[in-house]
Every structure is written in structure tokens, then in C-alpha cells.
């Protein structure tokens, strides 16, 4: 236990037992159990009160539920030298008391409270350390060519460039390339000056936005004031650069959203408050309160708290926005304002105003938010799985307009697509086709997104995500020897074409397996013999109905199908087993939404189609748990198995619309369909 000390008189008996004598913690690993939460936030401890505020903090961003006060937390000494609160995402340093006061001692990279204004000479030096350290991995393809060149080689889709001139304070029209910020934030509600096809040619006078300049929301104007200072000339931001009244001019704008913010010298953030007038806090004098990051603990020590910027975007306004997550993302590097602070975040490396200035340059340090998603948006090492891993941030987004939601992500898209070498369908990579249309719902139903298609992620609302585990070996292998559907699609106007097309992907490079796709195909086969051909794949010309009230593409295959009666496990989670025609359990699904569905404990008959195959022996790993937990109380030996994955299906006027993923044994749905029996089955699913 540590001496009690006058100063130590100021700490509970429960933080009185912990050590702050950095040679005695130097490389060892500590825990001090502090208590619950609960006596943690009436404690008038020093060391609690201090806890207790990095707690709120980090509770507002993470929305903990109230309820945890009964929660034991540990502080631990971890072997990076600093403390950490069991598992949070919170970080405390020793602190000194003097910027100037510098150890190179990693306890003490932290400096106490920033100023109330930001350091624009740091920034700039944040992005020199970008520009000169970290080489092609943030290095834009605009640095490797001159800035004088004619926009559609940088910029393919657009007809003009447009940029805000923060000198003349004007907006102006450009056919070669320059440097420039791009501006992210919320639009919210805000009533603002808009670029139209009416005021185009005022707005273009010079010191024609110092006229409107009241009409203008405060964070564009802090904006354009911070890319002054910081030396730029030129601003992007979307409400004055695209015209807002000429569909053909947004839409080219938002077919190079990509390009916009990658090739931006630096995209500004406003993280902070709720719409377009919430400013950037810090550029102007008394914007911002004086960020509280560390507390006097006792006389002469001071501590100090870190929370990473991807956990304190996690539940900002900011981030639940859909357009705004590829405007993040597809930046090359970042200045965010978020909490009264700021970060400067790259593909490389997170810096933050608190670290001691002379860390900037130290690898160590500045690399800290292996949450962060920008480094692999930039790089794109595992295509296949950052697209699963930015779905699954994405669409639990809100959007005012649904019919938004493929061209929010329009440009992660494209650049995934270029990465991939493959075409995208209705938001969904063609190359590996088969295992895309393997989503799932995440904990709860989901709510249908009328207009997209129920066989993609885009035909839904609410979160949703694929499991990292669904096949055996590599996706490759479990492409060719797992699967066998020939998937087609059809148009509005009734035109068919393959999904996976090696004519339409000619640069799909086949011999690189690095690249995952399809390379050979097997046909259908099982270990039963069937009364029926599983030959034949061709799509069907005529229909002998219409679709063109569907306004997007819909699938054409076929495959085996067979009816089974589930019940309903818990219809708010949307679980449900799947029953033989004895009404043995034979294999459990997830629904995906609860409309139309009868209550917990009812049984349902249903149509399910095969649409690819697993071994059993990673079953636990491509089922969700609270589906595969069940199976061994009503499966013998479950993970000998073969098993096949099924979609459930529902019908309207010659369409089937998917409404749930399942798991089922391949000798229950070859041998025990209820009538009509197991067929193979021509399905158009919508």
C-alpha cells in the first residue's frame, strides 16, 4: 500500500493504494480494483472525480447504459507505459506541467489544457510531417503530376471545376487543377446561401460572399478563415461548388466525390454540434472552452486522459450521417474539430493538439487509433473485407433522402470496384457474389428500404453485417467448391446479363489469388440422387408476366427449393429453428424483419432455396451464436454435418422478395421437404 501522505489525504482509501512513482511502474503490469462505477461517480477523490469525468465523457460517445453503476472498474498500469480503465477506450498519462518541460519518457507525452484558440502553425507543420514522412501511403496521385493539368485527367466526370477563392471571396470556375481544402460537416436544418443556376453569376463576382456572408452557415465561414490561415487559397464545399438546382451538375459532383476529397490537401472536419452553424471551434477568439484533459491529483502530479478520435466520432451528429462517412473516408488526410479539439488524422499515423509538440514526428506516439478505417480506405490491402467492415458502419447512418443510400457511397464504390477489378450490382461486389448476398441482421429485425432490392444490403434498414467466418479455408476455394448458382440479372426494360461476367471484368487478374473472385465454376451436386435434372441454368426469356414496376435489377437463377415449417424462437431478435416434415428441428434462421410474422412460439411454412454450402466443422463460426447454440440441444453431432445456406423467400405478382438467411443439413432439406416436395426451381428474386 502506498505511504499516507498529507497529499495522498486528498484520495479515497481505494485510489490511496495506487502507485504514481514511474520508476517503480516502468515495464510491469499493475491493476488496482477502484470499486463500481457507481461509488467511482460520488467519490469526492481527486483521482474519482477525474475518472468519473473521463467516464462521462466517453459514456456520452458510447451511450453506456446508466444501469452499470454496479460495474467493478480496475485501473490498470499496462506495459506501454500509461493507465487504462479496464476496457475502455480511455487512455491517462502522467502530465507536466510545462510544455516546454519535456521527457521523452512515454508516461509523459501529454501537456495540460490547450489554448482557446488552435495552434495554426502546428497544423501546418502536421501536414508538412505528412507530406515529407509518410511518402505514397498519404502522398496523393495530384503530387506526382502537375496541379496545371486539365481537370478531366484527375477528374473524369466533370464538365468544370468549381472551388470558393478565399482571398476574393467568390466562387470560381477552373478547367486546370490546384490546390485546395475540402470541407466535411452537417447540414442539418440550416437555412443557407446556395450555389443555383439563378445567383451563379453574382456569386462569382468577386467579394460576392462578403455580401451574403450573414447567409452563409458559420462553419463554412470558420472554414473558409482556417484555409486562409492555413495558406491554401481555394475551398471546396459541396453547398457552393456544385449547383444545387441542376440534377445533371450535382449528380457528376457526386459521382467524383471520391476524387473531391482524396484529392484535397487537407479535408476540414466539423465533428462538433448538430447543423451547418455550429462553426469550428477555435478559429475565432472565444469559440472554444478551454479543453479539459487533465486534473491535479495530488500537489505536483497531474494526470492526464486520452480518448481516440475514432470513439469519440463513434455517436456524434457527424457520424450518423450517411453522406458524411465516405467524405471521412475518402480523404487523405484529415483535420478534425470535435469535443472543443482537435485531431489531424492521416492513412499513417492520428496526432492530437495534447501530445507534446516534439512527439509529432515520433511513430510511437502519433500512431494510435487502430479503429480508424482511413488507412484502409487509402491502401486497400483486403478490399473484400473492408467493403463488409464499411457497410456495417454505414448503414446504421440516417439519411433524409432513402433514395440516397447507393449514391452516399457512391465513391467508396467506385474506388472498391477499381481495387476489386470487378463490377459492383445493386451495391454488391459481382466477384464474389455469392457469399455478398450472405447478410444478416446484427442482434434485431430489420425494416425494408423500399426502391433497392431485398437480395442486397441496400433493400434494408438497420444494422447488418456478414460473418468473417462463413467458409472454410479461403473465399477463393469456397467460391469454387461450395457454390454453384449461375446468377443472372434482368433490367427495368427486361434485359438479361450475367452477374459475374469475365467479358464485362476482362482486367480480373485470374491468376493472382491475392484478388478474390470467382475463377472456376462446378455445377450442382449432392449426395443424394434426385427425381428431377439440377442441368439446367439459362434464365428464362419470357416470364409471361411483367416486372417493370420494379425499378431496379432483379436476380434470375435457379436452384433447388424446398417448404419447411420454423418456429419462432424469439421474434424481437428474429430467430427461429427450422423444422423437418416430422417437426424435428433440422437447422435455424435469422428473420429479417418481424413484419407479416406471427408471434415467439408460432410455426410458420415457408419456402427455402439453397444458395451455397458449408462444412460443419465451422459451424459455430458461420452461424451466429445465439442460432448455433441452439442446434446441439436438437442436432446430434452437429459439426459432422454438411450444410447448406437458404434464403427464405415470399411471393408477390411472379417476384420473390428474400426475408431471412438460414442454416439448414443437407440431408434434412434433400429428404424431408413438405409438399410440393423438393424441386429445381427457376427463382426471380427482387
Not at 208 to 224: F, K, S, V
Not at 234 to 261: E, S
Not at 445 to 458: A, D, V
Not at 558 to 574: A, C, E, H, K, P
Request: aromatic residues 12%; hydrophobic residues 40%; negative net charge.
Amino acid at each position: 500500500m502506498a505511504n499516507q501522505t498529507p497529499a495522498r489525504s486528498r484520495l479515497c482509501n481505494w485510489c490511496n493504494k495506487v502507485c504514481f512513482d514511474i520508476k517503480r511502474l516502468e515495464n510491469r503490469y499493475k491493476s488496482w480494483n477502484l470499486g463500481t462505477v457507481g461509488r467511482i461517480r460520488q467519490s469526492e477523490c481527486r483521482l474519482c472525480r477525474f475518472i468519473s469525468f473521463l467516464l462521462y465523457d466517453e459514456a456520452t460517445m458510447e451511450q453506456e447504459d446508466p444501469s452499470e453503476a454496479n460495474t467493478e472498474l480496475a485501473l490498470r498500469w499496462s506495459s506501454d507505459n500509461h493507465f487504462k480503465l479496464g476496457m475502455r477506450a480511455v487512455e491517462i498519462y502522467f502530465l507536466k506541467n510545462l510544455v516546454t518541460d519535456f521527457s521523452m519518457h512515454d508516461a509523459f507525452h501529454l501537456v495540460p489544457n490547450a489554448s482557446r484558440t488552435i495552434n495554426i502553425e502546428r497544423v501546418k507543420r502536421w501536414i508538412d510531417i505528412c507530406n515529407q514522412t509518410h511518402s505514397r501511403r498519404c502522398r496523393k496521385l495530384t503530387f506526382m503530376a502537375p496541379y496545371t493539368q486539365h481537370i478531366q485527367q484527375s477528374y473524369p466526370e466533370l464538365r468544370i471545376l468549381r472551388f470558393i477563392d478565399v482571398q476574393k471571396l467568390c466562387v470560381v470556375e477552373t478547367m486546370t487543377t490546384h490546390p485546395y481544402l475540402a470541407l466535411s460537416y452537417v447540414w442539418g436544418l440550416t437555412d443557407s446561401l446556395r450555389l443555383t443556376t439563378f445567383n451563379k453569376e453574382i456569386l462569382m463576382q468577386q467579394g460576392a460572399l462578403q455580401e451574403y456572408w450573414l447567409r452563409i452557415p458559420r462553419t463554412i465561414r470558420d472554414a473558409l478563415k482556417l484555409t486562409q490561415e492555413i495558406g491554401q487559397a481555394y475551398l471546396w464545399c459541396d453547398i457552393l461548388c456544385l449547383v444545387q438546382n441542376d440534377p445533371d451538375d450535382v449528380d457528376r459532383g457526386v459521382k467524383t466525390m471520391d476524387l473531391i476529397y482524396e484529392y484535397a490537401e487537407l479535408t476540414i472536419i466539423a465533428a462538433c454540434g448538430h447543423d451547418a452553424n455550429a462553426g469550428l471551434p477555435g478559429v475565432h477568439e472565444g469559440t472554444r472552452l478551454g479543453p479539459r484533459i487533465s486534473e491535479e491529483i495530488i500537489p505536483g502530479l497531474r494526470l492526464g486522459g486520452f480518448i481516440p478520435l475514432s470513439t469519440r466520432m463513434r455517436y456524434s451528429v457527424y457520424n450518423s450521417r450517411a453522406w458524411t462517412l465516405q467524405e471521412h473516408l475518402l480523404s487523405s488526410r484529415c483535420l478534425v474539430f470535435i469535443d472543443n479539439l482537435i485531431y489531424f488524422e492521416c492513412s499513417s499515423s492520428t496526432m492530437f493538439e495534447h501530445f507534446h509538440p516534439e512527439l509529432d514526428m515520433d511513430q510511437n506516439y502519433v500512431t494510435r487509433d487502430p479503429s480508424s478505417l482511413l488507412a484502409g480506405v487509402v491502401t486497400i490491402d483486403k478490399p473484400f473485407d473492408l467493403f463488409q467492415a464499411i457497410i456495417e458502419h454505414y448503414v446504421g447512418r440516417s439519411l433524409t433522402n432513402q433514395e440516397d443510400i447507393l449514391a452516399a457511397m457512391g465513391g467508396i464504390i467506385q474506388r472498391l470496384s477499381r481495387k476489386m477489378k470487378c463490377q459492383f450490382l445493386e451495391g454488391l461486389p459481382t466477384s464474389t457474389f455469392d457469399f455478398s448476398v450472405l447478410f444478416r441482421h446484427d442482434d434485431q429485425p430489420l425494416y425494408r428500404r423500399h426502391g433497392f432490392p431485398s437480395y442486397s444490403w441496400t433493400g434494408w434498414k438497420g444494422r447488418l453485417g456478414w460473418s468473417p467466418y462463413a467458409y472454410h479455408d479461403t473465399l477463393n476455394r469456397w467460391l469454387c467448391s461450395y457454390t454453384w448458382i449461375i446468377w443472372y440479372w434482368r433490367n427495368p426494360r427486361g434485359i438479361i446479363s450475367l452477374v459475374w461476367d469475365i467479358l464485362a471484368n476482362e482486367d480480373f487478374p485470374y491468376n493472382d489469388d491475392s484478388y478474390e473472385g470467382y475463377r472456376q465454376r462446378r455445377p450442382f451436386r449432392c449426395s443424394e440422387v434426385l427425381p428431377f435434372s439440377t442441368g439446367r441454368t439459362q434464365p428464362t426469356e419470357d416470364l409471361g408476366h411483367s416486372i417493370s414496376a420494379v425499378k431496379y435489377s432483379v436476380l434470375q437463377f435457379w436452384t433447388l427449393s424446398g417448404v419447411f415449417n420454423i418456429q419462432i424462437q424469439d421474434i424481437m431478435r428474429g430467430e427461429a429453428l427450422i423444422l423437418d416434415d416430422l417437426g424435428t428441428a433440422c437447422g435455424g434462421l435469422l428473420i429479417d424483419d418481424q413484419e407479416g410474422w406471427a408471434s415467439s412460439g408460432s410455426a410458420e411454412l415457408v419456402e427455402l432455396i439453397a444458395v451455397s454450402e458449408f462444412d460443419g466443422i465451422i459451424m459455430y463460426m458461420a452461424i451466429p451464436e445465439s442460432i448455433s447454440d441452439l442446434l446441439p440441444k436438437v442436432i446430434t453431432n452437429p459439426v459432422a454435418l454438411r450444410w447448406y445456406n437458404v434464403l427464405v423467400l415470399m411471393w408477390q405478382d411472379g417476384i420473390a422478395e428474400r426475408r431471412g438467411i438460414g442454416w439448414i443439413t443437407q440431408a434434412a432439406f434433400l429428404a424431408t421437404s413438405l409438399p410440393p416436395g423438393l424441386s429445381w426451381k427457376e427463382i426471380i428474386l427482387g
